[in-house]
């Protein structure tokens, strides 16, 4: 963490001296460290190849396709204000933070290793496929124009979808816990797989309630989804 911040640091501080001498953002490894991404980037923005992107440069970033190119990071993507479409799939990427390119409509980031993934303040954001990582939880409340998600093949254990009213296609695979269908496990889906155990007519979400995954719904799961709502 002291590292990263060391080199968010030093980056801005090139950036702002060069600034002054009007020489941009300079593509090397402390503003852009992916060298994969940053080559990408030397060879399709850096018109006047002054290994730097000027604000003309950086401007005329309106669409990003680094598809399947192995790059592990995509940290400098924030100078990129103007973003307005993102295809990074079946890279390596671990976390992807695009709180700083506002003017995203549509992001591909699905097939990485995906543990994180920041879309707040994406207000604009319409489409959003991560299938196939690893996110274990995703919080798309903050983008109120979303119409399409698509985040099946991760481990979910939480997915907020709080003010989505837009949204028309979701895809998304059963959260283990998830008895009632909300996409978060709490003490609400414990009491309704008890009452439905106790013989009362629920609606519930059985692969979700099979948490022992042994194909039927019995005392195990509850004992099982107690111990996990208690941290155990």
């Not at 976390?95 to 992001?107: H, M």
Request: aromatic share 6%; hydrophobic share 40%.
């Amino acid at each position: 963490m002291k590292k990263r911040g060391l080199l968010v640091f030093l980056c801005l501080t090139l950036v702002w001296v060069g600034s002054a001498l009007g020489e941009g953002v300079p593509l090397d490894e402390n503003c852009f460290p992916d060298a994969l991404f940053r080559g990408y980037l030397a060879q399709t923005f850096d018109v006047d190849g002054d290994s730097a992107l000027d604000e003309e440069e950086l401007q005329s970033v309106r669409v990003l396709f680094v598809q399947e190119k192995g790059i592990r990071s995509l940290q400098g993507i924030e100078w990129f204000p103007l973003l307005e479409s993102l295809a990074c799939w079946g890279n390596e990427l671990t976390a992807l933070d695009l709180r700083g390119n506002p003017a995203l409509r549509d992001v591909a980031c699905g097939n990485n290793r995906l543990k994180s993934l920041n879309v707040n303040g994406c207000t604009l954001l319409e489409d959003l496929a991560c299938q196939n990582n690893d996110l274990t939880f995703l919080d798309v409340s903050g983008n109120p124009a979303l119409r399409y998600l698509d985040c099946w093949g991760n481990p979910l254990t939480g997915l907020n979808l709080g003010g989505n009213q837009k949204l028309d296609i979701l895809r998304v695979n059963s959260i283990p816990g998830d008895v009632n269908g909300d996409f978060t496990v709490d003490g609400r889906d414990l009491l309704r797989l008890v009452r439905y155990l106790a013989g009362h007519e629920v609606v519930m979400d059985a692969s979700a309630a099979d948490l022992t995954g042994d194909g039927s719904i019995d005392g195990r799961d509850v004992l099982r989804l107690a111990r996990r709502l208690a941290g155990n």
